[in-house]
């Protein structure tokens, strides 16, 4: 029988071995994806934290083929989506049909599943379908199951999904309303890659060198690592700093600063205090650290609250933009 100071030494072990998987695991897609680095950071800590992502970035800047070589280091199951105005929830979910026994002829109905039964999932740009079918990919990534005719499918596990969205095109596109875009756990934006990252994106990307990639680490163990960083214990202090920090992004609130008064309508939600605390304990872990600091916190506020202030018409007329608001906020929180 396993005593409990056993357990604790098994979990230490499984923690000290994890950076060094971290860090295999970005050697391997840097052989593909040149640049990035920072995205790449976020998607595994996000990945890690059993969070979803939404990736804003034009297009021809490999979110595809970033998260098809993810997919491939960590040995899951990929599978794209894409978003159209003519996207019905049963193409996402999948579908009943009728099937016949040959032998007795009598007829039966069998459930096909969709493409969502997949461990990574990209949903390509999510705002060109109708909300209805964007809901049935959203209840999915909360649920973590599907419902079809009165039976209850579930998910494989992990499960971890990346919405894109095109920020040029907005003409016949179907934006994502708030307290959706809240269930994902981070907003990342992808930017065009430095000149001489271009250079060596050409070099590889015109060559017939295809890189062979190792995978590092399986659904099992990405599962054993989410569970375990679930229970790395913080301190008190860093997580009233991720609540003082959230707090302050509502105009309501009493400690707020003034500019978040004069340019915010709406400020974060507790989830937001939240996912800071879980993306800080996963990003302390994947450094080699075994309880997050104040600075793992600050790390994962961009992304986290980018997409869950929402300015007025001040901070508009004054062209300032959520983005903004967060690094001057996070000044404030010093």
């Known amino acids: 029988m396993t005593t409990e100071t056993e357990k604790v030494d098994k979990e230490i072990e499984k923690l000290e071995i994890l950076p060094e998987k971290y860090k295999n695991i970005l050697a391997e897609i840097k052989k593909v994806i040149i640049g990035q ?21 034009v297009p021809g800047l490999a979110k595809t083929l970033l998260i098809n070589t993810l ?11 894409q978003f159209t105005p003519d996207l019905m929830p049963s193409d996402i979910t999948g579908t009943e049909i009728i099937e016949e ?20 999932v ?40 990346l919405a894109t969205q095109n920020p040029i095109e907005q003409e016949g596109t179907y934006p ?5 875009l809240d269930r994902f756990m981070f907003n990342l934006w992808i930017d065009y890659p430095n000149f001489q990252n271009e250079i060596n994106i050409v070099k590889s990307t015109t060559s017939s060198n295809t890189p062979q990639l190792k995978k590092i680490m399986s659904a099992r163990e990405i599962i054993e690592s989410q ?9 008190d202090n860093v997580i009233e700093y991720a609540v003082k920090m959230v707090n ?44 997050p600091q104040e600075e793992d916190v600050r ?34 929180v010093s």
């Open 227 to 235: 569970d375990l960083l679930r229970n790395i214990v913080v301190a």
């Open 71 to 81: 997919a491939q280091v960590l040995d899951l199951k990929f599978s794209r989506i």
């Open 101 to 120: 026994d040959l032998s007795s002829g009598k007829k039966s109905f069998r459930f096909v599943r969709g493409p969502i039964f997949a461990n990574i």
């Open 37 to 57: 680095d920072e995205i790449v950071e976020e998607l595994l800590t996000a990945l890690f934290s059993k969070g979803h992502c939404l990736i804003v970035g």
């Open 176 to 180: 994502l309303p708030e307290a959706q």
């Open 299 to 332: 790390n994962c506020a961009v992304p986290v609250l980018r997409h869950r202030i929402v300015p007025n018409f001040n901070a508009e007329a004054e062209g300032v933009q959520a983005l903004d608001i967060v690094y001057k906020l996070l000044e404030k």
């Open 122 to 161: 990209l949903a390509d740009e999510i705002n060109r379908t109708p909300p209805k079918t964007q809901s049935a990919l959203l209840e999915a990534m909360q649920e973590y199951k599907v419902t079809a005719a009165g039976e209850t499918f579930h998910l494989e596990t992990p499960f971890f999904v």
């Open 248 to 291: 302050m992004t509502r105009p309501s609130a009493p400690n707020s600063p003034d500019f978040i008064k004069n340019w915010i309508n709406w400020g974060a939600g507790p989830r937001a205090s939240q996912y800071l605390i879980i993306g800080a304990k996963t990003r302390a872990a994947l450094h080699g650290r075994f309880t």
